[in-house]
């Protein structure tokens, strides 16, 4: 059934915008799953593949640069086109490529599959969410982008605990193989009820493309490898992150000359969606940031396997669609201000309590943070949608939802890469603090002469010291990072001032023709 002439409002009693809803969010899972899904497989893979350690990240690299890159040709795709035939053959082309990777016998061509992978669904998203907007009345659509947020936010807490359990049980082929029964579902479903909006074709803005491609994938580049190569210290780093300024330096020339920019100058100049990009980016440094480190702490310092650990982050997942079903129903009740001003409370105060964690702990303050992190989170999400496409002209939103996924990305790796950095050199410096203030006299087994007494050899108990700091100063360096968190959290406060309050129910949004 086509719904290209059918306003919103016409669809209330049909279902079909629930349909259309699902349909979105199907794919929208399958491909943010994929963005992390593949984390705990890779010490699986390098065997397989044959891959060294340090090259076996390229599994993971590649797919973020290919989603970077691509993600900004989603507008002029669309309106050249149509939607709905580019997000059938995004879908179609996601699950073949996620074939091909299961399939792969080598890492160059694990690697183009991957880039395939990133390519084709750096679109999904941002089409998904212009479905939705579309869709739904201006009054309903908090609520129908809580459950589109459930599959964007909750996928990338998912994907280690999904990773893992096929790993362990089955195969790491398998973390790709799971792609094919969604996508053929989603393919299905959306041909079923996605409209057909016609097609409306622009000029491509080769240029502002190239520079926008270079810069981002190069800074996706620089900060994926940084941390692996003591970031400046090394030239390629350098080069990286050079390539990345002066392109984006360049883009943002062009985009203010060029009268057909690949960035719309209407998006500019809108507040709201400006500050929509700045806040989304934060929130992926938060979410992206803390989820990458929370595994590694609980198996690495607490014993956690790998199962278990991934289990125990699930509560950040619950709390966030909880959070995020609560805020859909708030949206037209409650000032999105407001709702926003609680989520980044909540965010808060679970990174506080994360400061707080000790040496021997049970499970309980893992739990209790997670799930108190990810409702705030939650409580952030929907409402700064609303507010931030509030504002936006109907035939810009799959344009704004392209950037506003693509600062999300953004964010997320700024996230990975400060959090892993500052890890590793808080932990350096714990470890000097820790390792100077110990002597013979304030501890007694560091005394030579009463280690030979206890039976004890002097490399043993240089080796026992070592690994109790090497502990004490991992945990300490794990809560300055989430101190670090915690600050950049309160420091959204001052932009909650500066965002227009949403427009309250106002005429329905008509689908484009």
């Not at 349909?19 to 705990?40: C, H, K, P």
């Not at 001003?341 to 021997?360: D, K, R, S, Y």
């Amino acid at each position: 059934m086509t719904t290209a002439a059918l306003p919103a409002s016409a669809l209330a009693d049909s279902g079909q915008r629930r349909l259309i809803t699902l349909a979105v969010m199907l794919g929208t899972f399958m491909t943010i799953l994929d963005s992390t899904i593949a984390n705990v497989a890779l010490p699986h893979m390098q065997p397989s593949l044959g891959a060294a350690a340090d090259s076996v990240t390229w599994v993971l690299t590649s797919y973020i640069v290919a989603t970077a890159i691509a993600t900004p040709l989603t507008g002029w795709l669309a309106d050249r086109i149509g939607r709905r035939r580019l997000y059938l053959f995004a879908v179609a082309a996601f699950t073949l490529a996620s074939m091909a990777c299961g399939l792969a016998q080598s890492l160059p061509e694990m690697v183009l599959y991957r880039i395939l992978q990133g390519a084709t669904g750096a679109v999904i998203a941002p089409l998904s969410q212009a479905f939705i907007l579309d869709a739904w009345p201006r009054a309903r659509q908090g609520q129908a982008l809580a459950l589109f947020g459930v599959g964007i936010m909750v996928g990338p807490i998912l994907g280690p605990v999904i990773g893992g359990w096929l790993t362990d049980r089955y195969d790491w082929r398998w973390v790709f193989f799971i792609n094919l029964p969604v996508g053929i579902l989603t393919i299905l479903l959306a041909s079923a009820v996605l409209p057909k909006p016609a097609s409306q074709p622009r000029k491509f803005d080769l240029l502002g493309f190239t520079l926008l491609a270079i810069g981002m994938g190069a800074l996706q580049l620089g900060l994926d490898r940084g941390h692996q190569l003591d970031w400046l210290a090394s030239w390629e780093v350098r080069l990286e992150m050079g390539l990345a300024v002066a392109a984006l330096w360049a883009f943002g020339v062009h985009l203010t000359t060029a009268d057909n920019a690949i960035l719309s100058r209407r998006l500019l100049t809108d507040r709201n969606v400006m500050l929509g990009f700045l806040f989304i980016a934060i929130v992926g440094v938060l979410l992206v940031g803390t989820t990458a480190l929370m595994p590694t702490l609980l198996q690495t310092l607490y014993g956690y396997p790998v199962v278990e650990a991934g289990i125990l982050q699930m509560p950040r997942g619950l709390g966030m669609a909880l959070a995020m079903l609560l805020a859909g129903r708030l949206i037209g009740k409650v000032e999105p201000r407001l709702v926003i001003l609680a989520g980044i409370g909540c965010t808060a105060a679970g990174l506080w309590m994360m400061t707080g964690f000790a040496p021997v702990m049970d499970k309980t303050p893992f739990i209790t943070t997670a799930a108190l992190q990810g409702f705030g989170l939650g409580l952030i999400f929907v409402p700064l949608n609303t507010i931030a496409f509030s504002t936006l002209p109907t035939m810009l939103r799959t344009e704004a939802s392209a950037f506003y996924m693509l600062m999300r990305n953004i964010g997320g790796s700024v996230g990975i890469s400060l959090a892993i950095s500052m890890l590793a050199h808080q932990q350096q410096t714990s470890h000097a603090d820790i390792a100077g203030g110990i002597t013979a006299y304030n501890t007694p087994i560091a005394n030579p002469d009463l280690a030979a007494a206890a039976g004890a050899s002097g490399v043993a108990v240089i080796a026992g010291l070592d690994g109790i700091i090497n502990a004490q100063a991992l945990l300490i360096a794990y809560i300055d990072v989430f101190m670090l968190m915690f600050w950049l959290t309160i420091a959204m406060l001052p932009l909650l001032l500066l965002l227009r309050p949403a427009a309250g129910a106002a005429t329905p949004v008509h689908m484009p023709e």
